[in-house]
């Protein structure tokens, strides 16, 4: 007798704690599912090539083209002529000579273009899906939670049943 009044108490207390625990599914139709989406700024680098040049380039003064060409025309200008014509010419041969040797010497040279590649940065956004707020009526109530997921029609909730002391 004292076996079977242990096994009774043993089975109903087994069963207690199963009415009180046990886990159990069941669908919800859903009222509404809104996707949410959140804002993402991306940095990013814009490029483009450009045509640069096309113009002259100034150098340094030099005296050398002058030197050469006052030489140069002081000679040609000593062969003409005679006497004072002949020093009258070596110096305007000298002068011009002088003066378009600098010329030459110190014009502007020209440079050809060239392709430059200039980037700047740029802040660009897209909308991301994060989830969705969704809303399904369980006996009789509307409740609103938040799902990674688009549940569709119906959404399977997990259902914890707990006791009264609980």
């Known amino acids: 007798m004292r076996t079977i009044f242990t096994f009774a108490i043993a089975a109903t207390t087994g069963l207690t704690g199963l009415a009180t625990a046990a886990d159990f599914t069941d669908t919800a139709p859903v009222i509404s599912s809104t996707p949410i989406y959140r804002q993402i700024s991306e940095p990013r680098q814009e490029c483009w090539t450009e045509t ?77 899906l994060s989830g969705y707020n969704v809303v399904y009526r369980f006996h009789g109530r509307d409740i609103t939670t938040t799902l990674p997921y688009n549940p569709g029609s119906y959404v399977r909730l997990g259902i914890n049943v707990l006791g009264a002391g609980s």
């Open 52 to 128: 640069v040049g096309s113009g002259q380039v100034r150098q340094e003064k030099s005296y050398g083209g002058a030197v050469i060409g006052g030489l140069a025309g002081a000679l040609l200008g000593s062969q003409v002529g005679q006497g004072n014509g002949r020093t009258a010419a070596a110096a305007v041969g000298a002068a011009t000579g002088a003066l378009v040797g600098d010329r030459m010497d110190n014009s502007a040279q020209e440079y050809a273009p060239r392709q430059v590649q200039r980037c700047h940065q740029v802040e660009t956004s897209r909308q991301e």
